[in-house]
C-alpha cells in the first residue's frame, strides 16, 4: 500500500529540531575554548550542557501552558525567535552569566517548540502516519545526539566557539517561512484550550507509565553514550582520531532505529517494544561484557543505536496517542519525559565511575535501566494487547 509523503513543512520543523538538539548536546565539545575565553573552570562550562538539560525536562510544561491559548503557528514563531535571539547574544557575548542565561532561555524556547511542533505534525499528517511524521520530527534530535559533540568542535577548531552559536541559529531560518505558510494560524477546532482540563489527563495510568518507560529507556541511552569516548579509548583500545567514526555509527543506527520505529510504531507498537526492549537491555550487558573487544564493539555500536532509538520513539509515540486528549500539552509531556532521561542517564553513570565502578558501569547501568523498563512495561503492554490489539487509536 503506498503511503503518502510527508508534507514538506514536517522536514522543515525536523530541521530546526536538529539545530535545537544540536545546540542541546555541541557544548560538551566546547566546553575547553569556552572555560578559556570566559576564564571560567571546566566545571563551570560543563554546567552550560547540565542547564540547557534541565531547562529542556522542567520547562517542557511549563512554557506550554501559556501557549496554549495561541495559535499554534504564532506559538512556533515566538519559540522559536527566542531560541534564535539566544543563540545571536551567546554568541556575542563575553560574559559567563549571560551566557549561562541563554543556555536557560534556549531551552525553555527549545521544550515550548518541540512541544508545539509535536502538536502540529499529528495535526497536519493523516490519522494513522502519527508514527511517521513524528520519526522525522525526532529524527532532527537523533542526528544532533551524534553529530552536535563533533560537529560543534569542529566549527570550534575551524572559527573558535561561538560560530557554533551562530551556525545554529542560521540553521533555524528555513523553519520560519515554513511555519508562516504551512501551519495554520488558527486553534485546531476552533475552541479555546483548558489548561486544567489537558493537566488532569496526566493523570491517567497509561500516560504515566509511558512517560516514565519513556525516561528510563532514554536514561539508558545517554548513561552510556555520554561516557561511549572514554570507554572506547580505554577499554576496547580505539585510536582518539576514530572517535567520529564510532560516534557516527551509533548515529547512523539511531537514525535507523527513528525510521524502523515510525515504519512500525502504529501497526505493531507492541512487538516492537517487547522485542526491541529485551534485544536492547541484552546488548548492552552484552557491551559491557565485550568492551575490550574491537570487533564485538564495531557490531554492537549502531546495532544498540538503532534499538535504542526505536523503542524510546515508539514510546514517545506511544505517549502522544495516550494524551491524545491534551493535544497542547501532550508534546510537553514527551518532551518532559525525553530530557528527564536525558539529564539522569549521565548523571547516573558519572555516579558510577565516580564510585569506583570502573567504565563499563554505565553499560550495566543502561542494562539494568532498559531491564527495569521491560520489567515495569511488560504487564502494560500484554494488557493493552488483550484490551485493543496493536492498531492504533485514531486521534
Known sequence: MHKPSMP???????TAVFAQGTSEFMVAGLVPDIASDLSVSLPAAGLLTSAFAVGMAVGAPLVALPAMRWPRRQALLAFLSVFVLAHVVAA?????????????AG???????????????????????????????LAGTTIACVAGVPGGALLGDLWGWRSAFWVVALLCVPAFAAILTSVPG??????????????????????????????????????????????LVELTGVDGATI?????????????????????????????????????????????LAATHVVAVIVLVPVL????????????????????AAPNLAGSYATASFNVGAAAGPWLGGLAIGGGLGLTAPLWGSAALVAGALVLGAPLTLAGRRRAGTRAPAA
Open 8 to 14: 514538506p513543512v514536517v522536514h522543515l520543523l525536523g
Open 92 to 104: 556575542v557575548t563575553t560574559s559567563y552569566e549571560v551566557l549561562l542565561a541563554t543556555r536557560v
Open 107 to 137: 531551552a525553555l524556547a527549545n521544550a515550548g517548540f518541540l512541544a508545539v511542533a509535536l502538536a502540529a505534525v499529528t495535526s497536519l499528517v493523516p490519522p494513522d502516519a502519527k508514527g511517521r511524521g513524528l520519526a522525522v520530527l
Open 186 to 231: 488558527g486553534r485546531s477546532g476552533g475552541a479555546p484550550p483548558r489548561a486544567r482540563r489537558e493537566l488532569q489527563v496526566l493523570r491517567r495510568p497509561l500516560l504515566q507509565a509511558l512517560l516514565l518507560l519513556g525516561a528510563l529507556v532514554n536514561g539508558a541511552t545517554f548513561c552510556s553514550f555520554t561516557f561511549l569516548a572514554p570507554v
Open 244 to 288: 567520529p567514526a564510532m560516534l557516527a555509527l551509533f548515529g547512523g543506527g539511531s537514525f535507523l532505529g527513528v525510521r524502523l520505529g515510525g515504519r512500525w510504531s502504529d501497526s505493531h507498537p507492541v512487538p516492537l517494544l517487547l522485542a526491541g526492549g529485551t534485544l536492547l537491555a541484552a546488548g548492552w550487558g552484552a557491551f559491557a
Open 305 to 324: 543505536g538503532t534499538l535504542s532509538f526505536a523503542v524510546g520513539s515508539t514510546l514517545i509515540a506511544r505517549a502522544l496517542y495516550a494524551a491524545a
